[in-house]
């Protein structure tokens, strides 16, 4: 049997049942119609021509419009089910590894005998995950194109898939499982397919957290032993027990920078929404335990420690123990939501830790090791990766919204006129407020609202962690950072509300409880920072901060707005140079970076594998913990299913624990000087090629908002937060999401590649230089990520039909579309003359067969949406305009789902 053959057996069977859905909820019509267009579509892209063109042209046009909608969402519908076959056979594949002796590549088995072999030995393994880690960031972000309950209803398709692949069921058994995937698919029909209202920030805190209760709970702990089965296996050890190596932080509920929506008040009951699902959490958990640690006194004994610190004596121990345990729990939820001002309960994590040790340690002593290990060491790992905080919340702002805010309390303090200050001055004003005890902030003074907001910030986490322990929040990201004050200015509000003081003197340590992280977006920011954080470390007061947080400190690196700002080959390029560059100024200043990748779901944000984006960066910056932001239809599609979830986990931090271990032992190369010469002179060329086009020609602005969807996209309610930081027309204004968004339904994906085929034009012309870089390509791993990556954007990209949208914006269209073809062709060129493959994805030959699938089955969307738009844009009836825009959305989530990517 060929390996895709059962990937293809169940594409038939959902694509039957879809058609036997569609007849049965709309008719014939609908079904002949649907027909009709793919029939045309698969013609289209087999000979493209006038002939199949017009044709295709026609069959999408011969839908009347009562029946549209349905016609549309039929395409829809089968790219979600036919996502669903694909995960399902991912996780098959899985089993098959799992089966052979072969590890499956970016496993922990695969890694750790990697390390064995570079004679890498098992102490200094677990001297190195005591250093380094991974944490994922779940953002909301706007690029989930599907609903919650579409995706519950995927669930259960996948559950009933998985059912199918049991060699022992029965025929009935497996017409059983056929009529409840047709079930869930009429489900799926009858439900709306885009939200009628725009998503509230605490919708998107309750939607994360879905994600962490059903799945991420349980399976964290799981990878995590399998991390210590793998380093059991290849070191020949018994059982070992090492440091958690991939942890989970948000920033649903506290990334305000933008959004109105995200208050002190949204903030404070998202930090007691994560308390409440840790607490409940826990309470199923020992609920599960005490049915399993039964153990008698009378039959093994028990430890007097724990015999003492019940309430009375009995013979189960453990029971009685978890019992008391429980009764505490539901105290400390009830304490912390004011309904009991003083009752026995937990004052922090410490101590409910310190009751499963208690029975741990019993256990343990009296024979009882394989219940410890298989009953209470899942919830230890589970109350050391959550505690009581369940996720670690990161607050984001604009830098504007502090330097307005430390100016009105200077203003009122009468100390400085401090928008009139140059950088240099702010940075002593602020250096000498923040080395004094004296607060500046007149608790008897009404602010205005924005500076009362901002400060309702701080004093909103300090009460956090009074209540819910410093671990939930930690660090404070500070938006469009340009300067030293941008930090100075956030330890300052941190001072002014208790976060940052000198409790005993200004010559002794002070007490510094948040992470100040700037965040460099733009490419002139990422050339500045650099000597920005020079300035820092040199900074007496920042650097007695420093040394609080063990000289440790953050930095977050924009992908989207760089590569919005300079194209993806000078995003990419100044990001790998960027980093090197803070890692020698923070060496010289003995601080410890950590670095933070702002990273999107589609190419032109920083997507991509991510265990190849891990291994892409400077060896020296895996050296600690990494951070990564997991954003909109990212989570959904890594960590909505158990199985996918585990094998997405492990991939992510056997990269890390690889990459730090060749940056910690020297067992990786650094690259030539010619090399690094040849990108620098690559990412000028590339910079001057996309700055020229997309900011140089006055009319490509009006190119963009009419041959791309991006105004309906603003209409699609995907996320709380607004499509542009402003009222502004301006390129630079427009989030980096929307922007990728737009130009991957137009099937341009221009973000992702535009500028590479100019800056490669003269460089491909030396031998010599070509040489060169079939040599990066094949040995450097940030070039060959750097190169996959573009060649997986030009497979996706499509100018056939990127002509169509084109054709929106007319004689424009046709001027500015010339040069966009033109681009894509020099850049597929080069692509395939540095990789020596004579197709795009030649190295991917699973995601080139997905592509070349999946395209005459978006085409017929792509052509719907050219057409919409252009109805939408000629009509004034607002009925019409109304019924347009809700087929236009329609077509936006089909192609979401077809080509895998949104933002």
């Not at 009991?340 to 101590?351: G, L, M, N, P, Q």
């Amino acid at each position: 049997m060929q390996p895709d053959a059962p990937l293809h057996r169940d594409i038939r069977i959902l694509g039957d049942l879809l058609g036997e859905v569609i007849v049965e909820q709309c008719g014939q019509s609908v079904f002949d119609h649907v027909e009709n267009i793919r029939q045309a579509a698969k013609a289209f892209r087999g000979h493209p021509c006038a002939e199949t063109r017009s044709a295709l042209q026609q069959a999408v046009e011969n839908v009347p419009g009562a029946l549209r909608s349905d016609t549309i969402h039929a395409f829809s519908v089968y790219f979600q089910l036919v996502n669903l076959a694909e995960q399902n056979h991912r996780l098959r594949r899985r089993r098959a590894y799992e089966k052979s002796d072969q590890p499956q590549r970016w496993t922990f088995q695969e890694t750790v005998a990697a390390l064995s072999a570079q004679e890498v030995s098992s102490s200094q393994v677990e001297n190195l995950l005591h250093e380094v880690g991974i944490e994922l960031i779940l953002t909301a972000h706007p690029t989930e194109a599907l609903r919650r309950t579409v995706l519950d209803k995927h669930t259960k398709i996948s559950a009933a898939l998985e059912e199918m692949d049991d060699p022992r069921k029965t025929p009935r058994e497996l017409g059983r499982l056929r009529e409840q995937i047709r079930t869930q698919i009429i489900a799926l029909w009858q439900t709306r397919s885009v939200r009628k209202q725009r998503i509230s920030v605490i919708d998107e805190v309750r939607n994360g957290l879905y994600f962490l209760d059903q799945i991420l709970f349980d399976v964290l702990p799981e990878v995590h032993e399998k991390l210590e089965r793998a380093v059991e296996e290849n070191y020949r050890l018994e059982r070992v027990h090492l440091p958690a190596l991939i942890r989970f932080g948000s920033w649903m509920g506290g990334d305000r920078d933008g959004n109105p929506n995200v208050t002190h008040d949204v903030t404070e009951e998202t930090l007691k929404l994560h308390f409440d699902l840790a607490l409940s959490k826990y309470h199923e958990k020992l609920h599960e335990l005490a049915h399993d640690l039964s153990s008698s006194v009378e039959r093994v004994g028990a430890d007097a420690a724990l015999l003492e610190s019940l309430d009375e004596p009995c013979d189960e121990p453990y029971r009685a123990k978890i019992t008391q345990m429980q009764r505490r729990l539901a105290n400390t939820k009830r304490y912390v939501h004011g309904e009991v001002t003083k009752h026995d309960r937990y004052h922090d994590v410490s101590e409910f830790l310190r009751d499963i040790e208690l029975m741990d340690k019993s256990l343990r002593a009296h024979r009882g090791e394989r219940l410890a290990d298989t009953f209470l060491r899942p919830l230890q790992l589970q109350v050391n990766l959550f505690g009581f905080h369940m996720v670690t919340l990161d607050i984001r702002q604009h830098s504007g919204v502090h330097e307005h805010a430390v100016g009105e309390l200077l203003e009122v303090a009468g100390l400085s006129d401090y928008a009139s200050l140059s950088e240099g001055d702010r940075v002593k004003v602020l250096t000498d407020c923040l080395g004094s005890p004296r607060p500046i902030r007149n608790p008897y003074h009404g602010y205005t609202p924005q500076t009362e907001e901002a400060l309702a910030v701080f004093d909103c986490i300090r009460k956090g962690h009074i209540q819910f322990g410093r671990a939930c929040v930690q660090d404070y990201l500070i938006s469009m950072t340009q300067g030293a004050s941008d930090l100075l200015e956030v330890l300052l509000l941190a001072k002014e509300c208790g976060l940052f003081g000198w409790p005993e003197g200004p010559l002794q340590a002070p007490t510094s409880h948040l992470n100040v992280v700037p965040l460099f977006e733009t490419i002139e920011d990422l050339q500045a920072a650099p000597s920005i954080m020079q300035s820092l470390f040199e900074n007496p007061v920042y650097r007695r901060h420093l040394e609080a947080h063990q000289n440790g400190q953050e930095i977050m690196l924009g992908y989207s707005d760089s590569n919005k700002d300079g194209g993806y080959l000078t995003a990419n390029w100044s990001l790998y140079r960027g980093q090197q560059a803070l890692l020698d100024v923070a060496e010289a200043h003995g601080i410890r970076l950590k670095f933070f990748h702002g990273r999107g779901g589609a190419l032109g944000r920083g997507g991509g594998p991510v265990e190849q984006s891990i291994l892409a960066q400077p060896a020296r910056a895996l050296y600690g913990h990494v951070k990564i932001t997991e954003q909109g239809e990212v989570i959904s599609q890594r960590y909505s299913h158990k199985g996918i979830a585990e094998r997405s986990l492990e991939s992510a931090a056997a990269a890390v624990l690889r990459g730090a271990a060749h940056a910690r032992y020297d067992l990786h190369e650094q690259e030539p000087q010619a090399w690094v010469a040849l990108l620098d002179k690559a990412s000028q060329k590339s910079f001057e090629a996309y700055r020229a086009f997309v900011f140089g020609d006055d009319e490509f602005l009006t190119y963009f908002h009419t041959a791309t969807p991006v105004d309906e996209i603003g209409k699609l309610n995907i996320g709380s937060r607004p499509a542009k930081r402003s009222q502004s027309a301006r390129i630079e204004d427009l989030r980096a999401i929307p922007w990728v968004f737009s130009w991957t339904q137009s099937r341009h994906l221009l973000p992702a590649w535009y500028g590479f085929g100019t800056s490669m034009e003269e460089l491909l012309q030396s031998e010599e230089n070509l040489q060169h870089l079939r040599e990066m390509y094949r040995g450097w791993p940030f070039f060959r990520t750097l190169i996959d990556n573009l060649q997986m954007a030009l497979a996706k990209a499509d100018m056939l039909v990127a002509r169509e949208y084109a054709h929106l914006a007319g004689d424009l269209g046709e001027r500015l579309f010339c040069d966009i073809e033109q681009e894509y062709e020099r850049s597929r060129r080069a692509v395939l003359k540095i990789t020596g493959y004579d197709e795009l994805l030649d190295n991917k030959s699973v995601i080139q067969s997905s592509i070349q699938l999946r395209n005459p089955y978006v085409d017929p969307l792509s052509f719907f949406q050219v057409r919409l738009l252009r109805q939408l844009r000629e009509t004034s009836d607002e009925a019409e305009r109304s019924a347009l825009l809700a087929d236009v959305l329609l077509t936006i989530n089909g192609i979401a789902a077809g080509l895998r990517n949104t933002g």
